[in-house]
Nanobody, 126 residues
């Protein structure tokens, strides 16, 4: 089960931190990712992290601005979003895939994800 939180409204240039709390499995065996659906657009993979080896993926659109720290003690993954732009506006979803021993790679591939949380809305105003 995944529970995302932390969305809200912010002005361009500001920061937000999203949280994704994971339950119901061995956290360290999973990779967790964040996906974004902007208004009128398809959902896209933003970032992903392996909780076992720390491997990460970032979409080009967020590299250098977003990070995806994880806290294994709290079974939680975060999305730290800095230097936000209006085009970062959208509904952000947390997702998870069983990773250890799966042969999968950490990426923004939506079809790899097995579990999804409800979205949280982020609005960035100019």
């Amino acid at each position: 089960q995944l529970q995302a939180s932390g969305g809200g409204s912010v002005q361009a240039g500001g920061s937000l931190r999203l949280s994704c709390a994971f339950s119901g499995g061995a956290f360290s065996s999973y990779a967790l990712g964040w996906f974004r659906q902007a208004p009128g657009k398809e959902r896209e993979g933003i970032s992903c992290v392996s909780t076992s080896d720390g491997g990460t993926f970032y979409a080009d659109s967020v590299k250098g601005r977003f990070t995806i720290p994880s806290d294994n003690a709290k079974n939680t993954v975060y999305l730290q979003m800095n230097s936000l732009k209006p085009e970062d506006t959208g509904v952000y979803y947390c997702a998870a895939m069983f990773y250890v021993g799966s042969g999968k790679v950490v990426s923004g591939e939506e079809s790899d994800m097995e579990y999804w949380g409800k979205g949280t809305l982020v609005t960035v105003s100019s």
